[in-house]
């Protein structure tokens, strides 16, 4: 495949930033196959950035790009400009365990650790030498953040996996959040639950919103229309249309964007 470059390339650092995320001309290969093609696009604190579009793509490429967690994957290639707070993730020297504490990731399936809900919440803060007073505030404070504290806090010691699934993927969000993270990437993290639970973590979404940034990505386009503020559509690895929430609902500027949010449906 012409263009592509033999090594991951190292872009310098985007000055003048205002977007805690920001892409531009960010293309990614799996071995010969482009999977994204000039992605440019930015993610705003108090925003709801949701991310549509049919499957493969490249809605999860591209999330799981943000926070490095494709690195591992055999032919995986980058080329282009990813940024957090204006400095290229993909930058040589850049410490991949700080992004991955400043940016968490929240996935289609809870997976919860096989141990109890109040370990779990803490996960993240093992190597941290905190007491037990102080764990017991970071469990209550994130399982309140999460909706969680009352259906739990007399179970605290009991196994996450005994908890429903819609409680488990609020159990898995109270673990990204005692990190302290800044961003939030979730890969349609409601896709396996109930409507119930969904609405719940939506709600949570909208309670997060100015504290966080966050990238939501959903197959559900009541969902996106429910939730959004800045819709962005995916379609084989390219952005067709970006902008706002009821701009793109109402009056968008390409037939693909309007065939898709009304009929989920797409020739690309
Ligand atoms: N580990 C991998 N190795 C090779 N190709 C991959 C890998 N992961 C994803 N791809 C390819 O990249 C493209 C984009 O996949 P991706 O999972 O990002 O799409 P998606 O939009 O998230 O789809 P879905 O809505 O089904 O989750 C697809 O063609 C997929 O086959
Ligand atoms: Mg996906």
Same mark, same amino acid.
């Given at each position: 495949?012409?263009?592509?470059?033999?090594?991951?390339?190292?872009?310098?650092?985007?000055?003048?930033?205002?977007?805690?995320?920001?892409?531009?001309?960010?293309?990614?290969?799996?071995?010969?196959?482009?999977?994204?093609?000039?992605?440019?696009?930015?993610?705003?604190?108090?925003?709801?950035?949701?991310?549509?579009?049919?499957?493969? /793509?490249?809605?999860?490429?591209?999330?799981?790009?943000?926070?490095? #967690?494709?690195?591992?994957?055999?032919?995986?290639?980058?080329?282009?400009?990813?940024?957090?707070?204006?400095?290229?993730?993909?930058?040589?020297?850049?410490?991949?365990?700080?992004? =991955?504490?400043?940016? /968490?990731?929240?996935?289609?399936?809870?997976?919860?650790?096989? $141990?109890?809900?109040?370990?779990?919440?803490?996960?993240?803060?093992?190597?941290? =030498?905190?007491?037990?007073?102080?764990?017991?505030?970071?469990?209550?404070?994130?399982?309140?953040?999460?909706?969680?504290?009352?259906?739990?806090?007399? =179970?605290?010691?009991?196994?996450?996996?005994?908890?429903?699934?819609?409680?488990?993927?609020?159990?898995?969000?109270?673990?990204?959040?005692?990190?302290?993270?800044?961003?939030?990437?979730?890969?349609?993290?409601?896709?396996?639950?109930?409507?119930?639970?969904?609405?719940?973590?939506?709600?949570?979404?909208? $309670?997060?919103?100015?504290?966080?940034?966050?990238?939501?990505?959903?197959?559900?386009?009541?969902?996106? $229309?429910? #939730?959004?503020?800045?819709?962005?559509?995916?379609?084989?690895?390219?952005? #067709?249309?970006?902008?706002?929430?009821?701009?793109?609902?109402?009056?968008?500027?390409?037939?693909?964007? =309007?065939?898709?949010?009304?009929?989920?449906?797409?020739?690309?």
């Amino acid at each position: 495949m012409t263009g592509k470059p033999a090594l991951k390339l190292v872009a310098p650092v985007v000055s003048g930033a205002t977007a805690l995320i920001e892409a531009e001309k960010f293309n990614v290969w799996f071995h010969d196959t482009q999977v994204l093609k000039d992605i440019a696009v930015s993610f705003d604190k108090g925003l709801i950035n949701c991310i549509v579009g049919p499957s493969g /793509g490249g809605k999860s490429t591209f999330i799981r790009s943000i926070n490095r #967690i494709n690195d591992g994957i055999d032919g995986f290639v980058v080329q282009g400009e990813l940024s957090f707070k204006g400095r290229n993730i993909y930058a040589a020297g850049t410490d991949v365990t700080q992004i =991955r504490k400043a940016i /968490g990731i929240v996935f289609q399936k809870p997976c919860v650790f096989p $141990k109890s809900i109040s370990e779990n919440v803490l996960f993240g803060l093992q190597p941290l =030498r905190i007491t037990k007073l102080e764990k017991l505030c970071v469990v209550e404070k994130q399982l309140k953040a999460v909706s969680l504290w009352k259906e739990v806090s007399h =179970r605290l010691n009991d196994p996450a996996t005994s908890l429903s699934i819609g409680q488990q993927q609020r159990l898995c969000i109270a673990r990204t959040l005692a990190i302290n993270p800044e961003v939030i990437l979730l890969d349609e993290p409601t896709s396996a639950l109930d409507p119930v639970s969904t609405r719940a973590i939506e709600e949570l979404m909208l $309670k997060l919103k100015d504290r966080y940034t966050l990238v939501f990505v959903t197959h559900n386009i009541q969902q996106a $229309k429910r #939730i959004a503020d800045k819709l962005i559509f995916i379609c084989e690895g390219q952005i #067709i249309e970006q902008g706002d929430k009821d701009k793109l609902f109402n009056q968008p500027e390409h037939e693909r964007t =309007r065939i898709y949010l009304h009929d989920e449906y797409c020739e690309c």
